[in-house]
């Protein structure tokens, strides 16, 4: 039996016996060259970034092209740093599921440090503000959800927290934005040292959401005088800060108990899932499929690691946004949400079960194919319909990836507008088509309002997905039941028009009543939901 914490130098036989690849280095010694040097800063600890930054860090650290390990900043969860980080010495197991049912194992150890960091932690405040003030320090990336970065309400308002950020300057921020900034203007107070701060978290222009909520907190706090004018000058200098868009994509479900098993049968000690009070679900060890993709806008103003010799794609930022287009809005997120939103109502706990029902399969075919890939810009660097062939043939049917609807559907309102709005405006903005023409995404909209009921196709209750617009949108649908006759549009009316949620008011233009009439076939009864998706492949799709 081997562990995390165990000398991996000293029994590389016996990790070898439990079929796990090893670092070609010392952790120990490029911990210390860590501490005095910092070269990158990870913020969100989570299972994306131990799979897939840490393992981009682990290659670069075995051909010696990286010379300090990534030093994780944890904002939101500090069980995960103490129950996970610091009780495994800040190694992983990452576990590559691949499509032929085998596992591929390798010890992760570029982790150099990780911190808590919240405002609470006074020790770990102090040691990453001490970290950003470092010039050696070359980028910061960022994998902490869309709702990370938020700081309005639904109807655009400052949020209280974000008020109160404002309010009380750099030394007591409470938002994840207001911590980041009082760390950059730590770093220009001291010597003004450039960086990149990288978002590569999962919507489109994130570096651009990035930059803007960072400028909404300083610029309120030079509005107030609460920090020196010079910081906006700085933050604003192209040679000093960047905001660097990116395209990531790596399926990285939460740590599924069959992986757990497999482990424990190949004589691996840290096999076990721990929940956290915050319910985050994380283990010493992280699941995640073969296929991945990560693309950069290179525009580094203190230099970088060379990522490229790690798999990243390093480019211009058109080409990133174009990238990320066919991504997020077109060519796989859209087809995930639409499978989250109906697993669920269908009864499904695997997303490989859904692709197996042959309506859902070409639900998702009519999506990508029919409605989405005709006004996706092609990136060049990735072919749009290979991607879509990859993942209806390869990556989403694989059944050793445990991912869940359950999953997917967390915080669906914050990714609607990005996932199916993008493609409603393409249309919209171009006079050879007519958004009325859509029948697919109409589907899966009226879909998601069908999923806000918490009732399933058979007409039992079931929990919703984590969703911070669940309170205010819930009691719309609440009272609905099952094979009644409703006043539809009296109760969709106020979700249909939201354009923050859907990036245009539906009904302004034209799909409002389309939504309506999906969503009153889905209501008339058991089974409904099911048989409306049947009915309007029979009828519109080509798939």
């Given at each position: 039996?081997?562990?995390?914490?165990?000398?991996?130098?000293?029994?590389?036989?016996?990790?070898?016996?439990?079929?796990?690849?090893?670092?070609?280095?010392?952790?120990?010694?490029?911990?210390?060259?860590?501490?005095?040097?910092?070269?990158?800063?990870?913020?969100?600890?989570?299972?994306?970034?131990?799979?897939?930054?840490?393992?981009?860090?682990?290659?670069?650290?075995?051909?010696?092209?990286?010379?300090?390990?990534?030093?994780?900043?944890?904002?939101?969860?500090?069980?995960?740093?103490?129950?996970?980080?610091?009780?495994?010495?800040?190694?992983?197991?990452?576990?590559?599921?691949?499509?032929?049912?085998?596992?591929?194992?390798?010890?992760?150890?570029?982790?150099?440090?990780?911190?808590?960091?919240?405002?609470?932690?006074?020790?770990?405040?102090?040691?990453?503000?001490?970290?950003?003030?470092?010039?050696?320090?070359?980028?910061?990336?960022?994998?902490?959800?869309?709702?990370?970065?938020?700081?309005?309400?639904?109807?655009?308002?400052?949020?209280?927290?974000?008020?109160?950020?404002?309010?009380?300057?750099?030394?007591?921020?409470?938002?994840?934005?207001?911590?980041?900034?009082?760390?950059?203007?730590?770093?220009?107070?001291?010597?003004?040292?450039?960086?990149?701060?990288?978002?590569?978290?999962?919507?489109?222009?994130?570096?651009?959401?990035?930059?803007?909520?960072?400028?909404?907190?300083?610029?309120?706090?030079?509005?107030?005088?609460?920090?020196?004018?010079?910081?906006?000058?700085?933050?604003?200098?192209?040679?000093?800060?960047?905001?660097?868009?990116?395209?990531?994509?790596?399926?990285?479900?939460?740590?599924?108990e069959s992986v757990a098993q497999k482990l424990q049968e190949d004589g691996f000690e840290d096999y076990q899932i721990v929940h956290t009070d915050k319910h985050t679900n994380i283990a010493p060890f992280g699941n995640t499929e073969e296929t991945h993709y990560l693309v950069i806008e290179d525009d580094f103003p203190n230099?970088?690691?060379?990522?490229?010799?790690?798999?990243?794609?390093?480019?211009?930022?058109?080409?990133?946004?174009?990238?990320?287009?066919?991504?997020?809005?077109?060519?796989?997120?859209?087809?995930?949400?639409?499978?989250?939103?109906?697993?669920?109502?269908?009864?499904?706990?695997?997303?490989?079960?859904?692709?197996?029902?042959?309506?859902?399969?070409?639900?998702?075919?009519?999506?990508?194919?029919?409605?989405?890939?005709?006004?996706?810009?092609?990136?060049?660097?990735?072919?749009?319909?290979?991607?879509?062939?990859?993942?209806?043939?390869?990556?989403?049917?694989?059944?050793?990836?445990?991912?869940?609807?359950q999953r997917i559907a967390s915080d669906t309102s914050q990714k609607i507008s990005i996932r199916y709005g993008v493609t409603i405006q393409s249309y919209l903005d171009d006079p050879q088509r007519n958004v009325e023409d859509l029948e697919f995404i109409p589907l899966i909209l009226a879909g998601w309002c069908r999923y806000?009921?918490?009732?399933?196709?058979?007409?039992?209750?079931?929990?919703?997905?984590?969703?911070?617009?669940?309170?205010?949108?819930?009691?719309?649908?609440?009272?609905?039941?099952?094979?009644?006759?409703?006043?539809?549009?009296?109760?969709?009316?106020?979700?249909?028009?939201?354009?923050?949620?859907?990036?245009?008011?539906?009904?302004?233009?034209?799909?409002?009543?389309?939504?309506?009439?999906?969503?009153?076939?889905?209501?008339?009864?058991?089974?409904?939901?099911?048989?409306?998706?049947?009915?309007?492949?029979?009828?519109?799709?080509?798939?």
């Open positions: 039996m081997v562990k995390l914490t165990d000398d991996y130098l000293q029994k590389a036989a016996e990790f070898a016996d439990s079929g796990i690849r090893l670092p070609k280095y010392d952790q120990s010694a490029v911990v210390e060259k860590t501490k005095e040097n910092p070269v990158w800063v990870h913020f969100g600890g989570g299972n994306l970034f131990r799979c897939f930054h840490a393992d981009i860090a682990q290659q670069l650290l075995n051909q010696g092209k990286l010379a300090s390990e990534v030093i994780v900043a944890e904002t939101y969860d500090d069980q995960v740093i103490d129950d996970i980080y610091h009780a495994y010495n800040n190694r992983i197991l990452s576990v590559t599921m691949k499509s032929d049912g085998s596992f591929a194992k390798e010890l992760i150890a570029s982790v150099g440090a990780s911190i808590y960091f919240n405002r609470s932690n006074k020790q770990g405040w102090q040691n990453l503000t001490n970290i950003f003030e470092n010039p050696s320090l070359q980028l910061a990336t960022f994998s902490i959800t869309e709702k990370g970065y938020s700081l309005t309400d639904i109807n655009g308002n400052l949020t209280a927290a974000a008020q109160s950020d404002i309010k009380n300057g750099p030394d007591n921020p409470a938002t994840n934005m207001g911590a980041v900034a009082h760390l950059l203007y730590a770093r220009y107070l001291r010597n003004q040292a450039p960086i990149a701060m990288v978002s590569t978290d999962n919507f489109s222009q994130n570096g651009a959401k990035l930059e803007a909520a960072i400028m909404t907190i300083a610029n309120g706090w030079t509005a107030k005088r609460l920090v020196e004018p010079g910081f906006i000058d700085y933050l604003k200098d192209r040679q000093k800060v960047t905001f660097p868009w990116s395209m990531i994509d790596r399926i990285t479900p939460n740590p599924a230099g970088r690691p060379p990522l490229e010799d790690a798999g990243v794609l390093l480019t211009d930022r058109q080409t990133v946004n174009d990238a990320d287009q066919m991504k997020v809005t077109a060519c796989l997120n859209p087809l995930h949400t639409a499978l989250a939103i109906f697993g669920n109502l269908l009864g499904y706990q695997s997303i490989s079960a859904e692709v197996e029902n042959s309506d859902l399969l070409a639900l998702i075919k009519n999506l990508g194919y029919q409605e989405d890939l005709p006004v996706v810009k092609d990136p060049k660097i990735i072919n749009p319909k290979d991607f879509i062939d990859q993942l209806v043939n390869k990556r989403l049917p694989n059944k050793n990836i445990p991912d869940t609807p806000l009921m918490g009732i399933d196709d058979q007409g039992q209750a079931f929990t919703l997905s984590p969703d911070p617009m669940l309170d205010q949108l819930q009691p719309a649908v609440a009272d609905i039941k099952l094979g009644s006759t409703v006043d539809v549009h009296q109760h969709l009316q106020t979700i249909l028009s939201n354009a923050k949620i859907f990036g245009n008011d539906l009904y302004a233009i034209g799909l409002g009543k389309k939504v309506e009439q999906f969503f009153a076939q889905m209501i008339t009864g058991k089974n409904a939901v099911a048989q409306t998706i049947k009915k309007t492949i029979s009828q519109k799709g080509n798939y």
